[in-house]
């Protein structure tokens, strides 16, 4: 079995291509359900694991199979289907990696170094829930439960353990640092925050710690806009007060989780007349977008996305790229002890494979000796007992050795060899595992 990744993030796929394989909620869950790892319901042929990371700034399919490559097709349509995509309208942003290189990716990226801002905190839990729900859907079986709490652990290693977590930044924490210098002194500046989430939350202290007072939520569910605005002091409206509040909204932030736009042209325009050409600033850290990028098209109205922010996060980040080395250290090290881990998997199942087709042999051979001879049931048991006994007298040294050498890091040269030199074919329990 291999561990296989293929996924996207903003390193390789603009906005308008992530926000197409963005999952929501129940469609993550009913993607899942592909993912059988008990094998009782139907599955993706070759795919035996699956989790999926599905974040503002990445997709990520993981997946334990037989034959990447027929797997691999396999996930990619399954994505197309979910997302309603053509595949060959995002295969080209994808990577796709096996094994080692799928799993160092996936400790990189929970120890903060694959992120958008280096080192921010959500990745790790982003990526707890996503194993989470694999698991509530029955996806996620031993290697890939293991894999992922490795990952984990890895990432609180190195935010434990090296300063890469050192002022702790995010995608909402750059936004206000963007309002602060697009403003100046926002003490003064009403800032209008759509969606109450967590990203929400994380932008109103973000821009309360620069002296923002005036600070109004809207939100789908106005209880949940009313509970962040009086934790910070400011006011939570409906969505239908929204036209009104915009004619003296300086900077607005929007991080919903909605799946389609919120805020477009028709909704400002009837506002900008009462504006007295003062500049809006729409700042939009939602993936899928919130705003549509027609409202560009409105004098004094300027539309910053989340890729936007990318050269902005990168200034915040010089006192933390002095950590890299010791975090790719301790990855280092994580990646190891798993590898060995799967190496010994993998050992077990080579020695189970072999010893099965090897009695299996000894059986059949038994059968044809006892057609012939005329022997009593005693003699047979003394037969079967010496071939029995012979069978793993001649297996042991071979099997004490495959794990010596498992043991030193040559388990996968050596697994081969035994596959190709026994002709080993997978036994029934394998296939089930």
Not at 42 to 62: F, K, P, Q, W
Not at 153 to 173: F, L, M, V, W, Y
Not at 351 to 374: A, K, P, S, W, Y
Request: charged share 25%; glycine share 4%.
């Amino acid at each position: 079995m291999k561990v296989l990744l293929i996924g996207l993030s903003h390193k390789t796929a603009p906005i308008e291509i992530r926000e197409r394989l963005d999952f929501a909620p129940n469609v993550l869950r009913s993607v899942l359900t592909h993912f059988d790892a008990t094998h009782t319901q139907a599955h993706l042929e070759d795919v035996r694991e699956g989790i999926i990371l599905s974040t503002c700034n990445r997709m990520e399919v993981y997946a334990l199979v037989r034959d990447p490559q027929v797997a691999g097709q396999a996930i990619i349509d399954l994505l197309s289907r979910s997302c309603d995509t053509p595949p060959e309208t995002f295969s080209k942003y994808l990577y796709i990696h096996h094994d080692e290189k799928a799993i160092r990716h996936l400790f990189r990226v929970a120890s903060g170094l694959d992120s958008m801002v280096l080192g921010e905190p959500q990745i790790l839990g982003q990526i707890t829930e996503a194993y989470e729900a694999a698991l509530s859907q029955g996806a996620a079986g031993t290697v890939l439960s293991a894999l992922f709490r490795a990952a984990i652990h890895a990432g609180k290693r190195a935010r434990t353990e090296t300063r890469i977590g050192i002022n702790p930044a995010s995608i909402s924490s750059v936004a206000a640092n963007l309002a602060q210098q697009l403003l100046g002194d926002l003490s003064q500046s009403r800032i209008l925050l759509i969606g109450a989430g967590e990203m929400g939350e994380i932008a109103v202290r973000a821009l309360r710690k620069r002296s923002v007072s005036n600070i109004t939520v809207v939100n789908r569910t106005f209880e949940n806009a009313a509970k962040l605005a009086r934790a910070w002091g400011g006011k939570a409206i409906t969505f239908q007060q929204m036209p009104e509040t915009l004619a003296n909204t300086d900077i607005i932030i929007s991080c919903t989780g909605a799946p389609h736009t919120i805020l477009n042209r028709e909704l400002l325009e009837p506002a900008i007349p009462m504006r007295s050409s003062k500049p809006l600033f729409i700042i939009d850290i939602a993936v899928p977008r919130d705003v549509d990028p027609d409202v560009t098209e409105i004098e004094n109205v300027h539309l910053i996305d989340i890729d936007d922010l990318q050269s902005q996060a990168n200034e915040n980040v010089r006192e933390r790229e002095s950590e890299i080395p010791h975090v790719e250290a301790i990855v280092d090290e994580e990646v190891a002890q798993i590898l060995d881990w799967l190496s010994s998997l993998d050992v077990v199942s080579t020695i189970t494979t072999l010893r099965g087709q090897v009695e299996q042999l000894r059986q059949r051979e038994l059968e044809r000796l006892f057609n012939r001879l005329d022997l009593d049931e005693h003699e047979r048991e003394l037969v079967a007992t010496m071939s029995h006994r012979l069978i793993n007298k001649i297996l042991h040294e071979p099997t004490m050795r495959l794990k010596q050498e498992a043991a030193h890091g040559n388990g996968a040269a050596y697994i081969s060899a035994v596959h190709h030199l026994f002709a080993l074919e997978p036994t029934n329990k394998s296939k089930e595992e």
